[in-house]
């Protein structure tokens, strides 16, 4: 089945300052990469997501990228702020709808 | 509208007892997930359900825990024989199905589990 894997486990950052979190995954067939946001205390929120046939994708302040060839996909937040403070979680698909989570980073902006 | 509600918000319970843990999920969801979250850990998948097909148990740790998924909708998570090592947090989920294109899973607010 498939395995995700999340680097780092905590990145601390400087309010402005840019973060990277990195996943890889397993599975070649896994065509679906989710990333999901957890404020302290509240439920998962889904952030942004990439499929397969793209390379790259951006909303505002956050960006994806996808390697299929190295299976490895990454998070990018630039200009980073203190409400960015949450955990944030990497997923891969596996099967129809199964999503494989990662361990989790937390993330902290420091003002 | 709605999001995907659970029952109860909090549950603390002896070891040895069993417990059931509620999941409403988001109306026209076919797709429904349970998982569980231990303090400052990620999300272990449980099981899975989607419309009328058998559910996906290959996440449950042990024979202890089962789960139902009544008229598409509610679903219902029971532990049985309670262990202090069950504390958790249990996440349900619910999104749109298909077989080609995956959706946005929305999560619940979770329940909390204590066990005594």
């Known amino acids: 089945g498939e395995n995700v894997e999340q680097h780092p486990s905590t990145l601390s950052v400087q309010e402005g300052d840019s973060a990277v979190i990195k996943c890889t995954y397993s599975?070649?067939?896994?065509?679906?990469f989710p990333w999901y946001k957890q404020e302290l205390g509240k439920r998962p929120q889904l952030i942004i997501d990439?499929?397969?046939?793209?390379g790259e994708k951006k909303d505002q302040r956050i960006a994806v990228t996808l390697n299929k060839t190295a299976k490895h996909f990454s998070l990018h937040i630039t200009e980073t702020q203190p409400e960015d403070s949450a955990v944030y979680f990497c997923?891969?698909?596996?099967?129809?709808?199964?999503?494989?989570f990662g361990t989790g980073t937390r993330l902290l902006v420091s003002p | 509208g709605a999001g995907v509600s659970q029952s109860p918000s909090n549950k603390v319970t002896e070891k040895g007892k069993d417990v059931e843990l509620r999941c409403d999920p988001i109306?026209?969801?076919?797709?429904l997930y349970w998982y569980r979250q231990s303090l400052g850990q990620g999300l272990e998948f449980l099981i899975y359900?989607?419309?009328?097909?058998?559910?996906?148990k290959s996440g449950l740790p042990s024979d202890r825990f089962s789960a139902e998924r009544t008229g598409g909708s509610v679903s219902t998570l029971t532990i049985q024989r309670t262990q202090q090592e069950d504390s958790a947090v249990y996440l349900c989920?619910?999104?749109?199905?298909?077989?080609?294109?995956?959706?946005?899973?929305?999560f619940g607010p979770g329940t909390r589990l204590t066990v005594t």
């Open positions: 989920a619910s999104s749109l199905a298909g077989t080609s294109v995956s959706y946005e899973q929305y």
């Open positions: 997923a891969a698909r596996e099967g129809f709808q199964k999503l494989v």
């Open positions: 990439i499929r397969s046939n793209v």
């Open positions: 359900f989607q419309g009328n097909s058998a559910p996906d």
């Open positions: 109306s026209g969801h076919t797709a």
């Open positions: 599975d070649s067939a896994s065509n679906y």
